[in-house]
């Protein structure tokens, strides 16, 4: 497993990490922590890895994003909350909504299903840029229309409700 964050570049830190894993009886050589680096590295980066586990209950945004244009599928455990919604949006607009998890339990066997198909992770990874780059979520004109006629139609409404 890769957990990269900003703050493992500080040893006492990743030490005590580790030692998190340790106690729930992982070894913490499975675990490999990565500290910042140049976005340029960091996108480079999404090729070590299969599969991203978006963290819960706030979901990645933009980190959801890059990894499904570097072709690395997302696993997702949405809630009630706005900010555990995003990745479940972008899943869902390139139709990948079944990567979601609807409890814990669904979110590690979604999770391990994925990490025991190679054949999928292949195909997901060699098609995930062409989904994104043909979803509406790379189409800026588009996206601006849509919001233009729904803030058009919104205030309409409230025009209309006021008089």
């Not at 409890?103 to 999770?111: P, Q, S, T």
């Not at 999928?120 to 990874?125: E, I, K, Q």
Request: glycine share 8%; charged share 25%.
């Amino acid at each position: 497993m890769i957990l990269k964050w900003r703050t493992f570049n500080d040893d006492s830190f990743r030490e005590r990490v580790r030692q998190g894993f340790s106690g729930f009886g992982i070894a913490v050589e499975r675990v490999e922590l990565r500290g910042p680096s140049f976005h340029v590295d960091l996108l480079e980066e999404y090729g070590d890895i299969d599969i991203a586990l978006d963290p819960f209950p706030f979901s990645g945004g933009l980190t959801s994003c890059e990894a499904l244009w570097m072709g690395v599928p997302v696993v997702t455990w949405p809630r009630s909350r706005l900010v555990s919604r995003q990745t479940f949006a972008f899943l869902s607009i390139i139709g990948l909504p079944e990567l979601a998890a609807e409890n814990a339990d669904d979110y590690v066997r979604i999770a391990a299903e994925l990490a025991g198909d190679r054949d999928r992770l292949t195909s997901l990874r060699q098609t995930m840029c062409e989904r994104m780059r043909s979803s509406p979520l790379m189409d800026a004109p588009g996206f601006t229309r849509q919001l233009e006629d729904t803030m058009i139609g919104l205030y309409r409404r409230l025009e209309a409700e006021s008089h």
